[in-house]
């Protein structure tokens, strides 16, 4: 995989957490894609995951017409990692709840500090690397 092939896509409406991720995640050695969520559908938002090649996602948890929920059932097909970040204790539980295997962090809490989602996304890129 050469260095300019994105491994993670971070799908965010809030451009400061976005370059947030990028920082932090270029600096551990990752790409990165990025995707602007604003004003966009949920099956626009699956049609631009499929399309990725990135096979590591962070996701917000709420989108202008569904959640992190409703986007992980559409693109389960694809066996693409996901790590959703929202400010929703209902999309967290929504989310635990259908996808198990999925890693939920609630925003502002101790849990979602930015090194801890960093080393996870960092950590499953290697997993499916090997």
Known sequence: MSSATPNVLVVEDEAPI?????VFLNSMGLQTEELDHRGKAVEEIVASIENSIARVLILDGQYSNGSAADI???IAHTNKKAVVVTA???????????????????KGSREADLRVISKLVHDYVQELAA
Do not use: H, I
Not at 18 to 22: E, G, H, I, L, P
Not at 93 to 104: G, H, I, L, S, Y
């Open 18 to 22: 976005m370059a947030t991720y990028r």
């Open 72 to 74: 992980l059932g559409r």
């Open 88 to 106: 929703s204790d209902t999309v967290v539980k929504q989310v635990n709840a259908m996808f198990p295997e999925t890693r939920t962090f609630l």
